[in-house]
């Protein structure tokens, strides 16, 4: 008999509006999109932690032990899917809708089951299509440290859940069928006095406040190899240093683009810096660059 037991975690719910519609048009095409959606899924939730729990027609439930990365990676799938679809009519267009909630589960061998999950579930159904709507108890997590917009929709009613669940629904973009508004409970009154948008704006701050550190450094090193000039400017090598780490930084906080490969671009530059910077006639770097294009070529090749 499996183990059966409680935990807290974050559980990501997600499923595919209109499943129905595509299926009865074009069955083999909606499988064959299906399982390429899920794969690019299911690596983006391992890239942020997470674990696919289950998957079933066209839902899929994972779990992360970070509300932060849980979020992230609904971010990046959300973007990954969106570029997907562009290159799609539109009227074959598969756009998941996603639930991401923090609460207690029951365990029991690889599956989870409770209220934690079935609010997730309710979340994810009231989704725009392409789009995130998260908890209360998510929002309150990752409301600093995640650089997206959030709007407030109220409580939704959740089945065998006394109070309603307060739901904040993830801005990503603008635009599009994606950038649909999620669906307001109907229990819910409009508030215009009342402000219903949080913007992550301290994790801006945070990465001003450490681009300033990282210039009162450089500035300091540079003051000291003139201050101590021997015809010999060394401050050449930890500005380099300086320059990746701030554009490292700049990567852990920005939704744009993939960050495992703006990391394996920065890593190419930074290369490319030290080739420069210690030139004897030879670029030594092409090798290593090589095999980063390598990686990144093959990291393209299994999303897609």
Known sequence: MSETRRKLTTIFCADVQDYTRLMGADEEGTLATLKRCREAMGHLIESHGGRVVN?????????????????????????????????????????????????????????????????????????????????????????????????????????????????????????GEEAQPAERPASVRPQPAAPVTAEARPAAGYGRRLFSVLGVIAAVLVGINLLTWHG???????????????????????????????????TALGIIGINALTWSGTFWAVWPILGIAAMVGLRWAIRR
């Open 232 to 266: 010999v400017f060394w401050a050449r090598f930890p500005l380099l240093a300086l320059v990746i780490i701030a554009a490292l930084a700049w990567t852990r906080d920005q939704a744009l683009f993939d960050r495992r490969m703006v990391t394996l671009a920065i």
């Open 55 to 175: 998957t079933w027609g066209d839902g899929l439930i994972a779990e992360f032990p970070s509300v932060v990365e849980a979020v992230r990676a609904a971010v990046d799938t959300q973007n990954e899917l969106a570029g997907f679809n562009a290159r799609r009519p539109s009227d074959g267009r598969m756009l998941f809708r996603i639930g991401i909630n923090l609460g207690d589960v029951i365990v029991e061998g690889g599956d989870i089951y409770g209220d934690g999950v079935n609010i997730a579930a309710r979340l994810q159904a009231s989704a725009a299509p392409g789009g995130i709507v998260i908890s209360s108890t998510v929002y309150d997590q990752v409301r600093n440290k995640v650089a997206v917009g959030f709007e407030f929709l109220g409580p939704l009613t959740v089945k065998n859940v006394d109070e309603g669940v307060p739901s904040y629904a993830v801005r990503i973009g603008d635009g």
